[in-house]
């Protein structure tokens, strides 16, 4: 059963369009969402993360919205650009595993930004 | 200046045969881990290390085998191979902030 989930697995946009990439999840007790992104041959790296306390945290073009009651979160890219073009995994954090890190990760989202 | 580096970064063998994954950081961080992306490109978790001492251990068969000599080095040694062990196997750090910090990636083809 999947905990997290992102059923679009992949997303075609405009360079300079804003992205917005979808996340679902089940486990109502999930305290800390983070977001990764991944290049080809790489292993992911961390983009941005949310609290359960809070429901909207913004780095720069990434913003990172989270609404508790429908279980979801987003990530939106503005203005999106041809290098963030990347697999992107939305995860959440597992309460038993605590501050260990047990991350449940989603099966990931292909960005494509064309230029 | 990698931060967590893993190696091989590919790997490819005869079912039956044991094999060993790398894997350093130079983060100073406590926690190391083990994850699998398997053919469906889910991302799952293996074991859990803090400070050398195995903290999470999923349902994985015991033919999977990690070994922690350091904090800084969690090594992952698989006994014989099978066909789905195929997969890429990425390491990874975090402090406390359930961050993780991965590794390339190692991708283990059995034959």
């Known amino acids: 059963d999947q905990q997290v989930k992102q059923n679009s697995p992949s997303l075609s946009v405009q360079e300079g369009r804003i992205s917005i990439l979808n996340c679902d999840y089940t486990n109502s007790m999930f305290d800390y969402f983070l977001w990764y992104k991944k290049y080809p041959a790489e292993g992911p790296t961390f983009l941005i993360s949310?609290?359960?306390?809070?429901d909207k945290n913004e780095d720069g073009r990434f913003t990172v919205f989270l609404n508790k009651s429908a279980k979801h979160l987003s990530l939106h890219i503005v203005p999106s650009q041809p290098g963030d073009s990347a697999v992107y995994f939305c995860a959440a954090s597992d309460p038993y595993g605590g501050s260990q890190g047990n991350l449940i990760f989603g099966k990931g989202t292909k960005l494509s930004v064309k230029p | 200046d990698t931060a967590v580096s893993q190696t091989p970064k590919y790997l490819v063998t005869q079912m039956g045969n044991d094999k060993s994954i790398k894997c350093e950081q130079n983060l100073g961080h406590d926690t190391m881990y083990w994850y699998k992306q398997d053919s469906k490109k889910f991302l799952k978790i293996m074991f859990s290390y803090n400070n050398k001492e195995l903290i999470i251990n999923e349902t994985v068969p015991n033919r999977f085998s990690p070994k922690s000599p350091d904090k800084a080095h969690l090594n992952l040694h698989i006994n014989s191979l099978e066909l789905g062990d195929s997969a890429v196997y990425f390491c990874?750090?975090?402090?406390?902030?359930?961050?993780?910090?991965f590794g390339e990636g190692s991708r283990l083809t059995v034959l």
């Open positions: 949310i609290s359960s306390i809070k």
């Open positions: 990874a750090s975090s402090r406390y902030t359930g961050e993780l910090f």
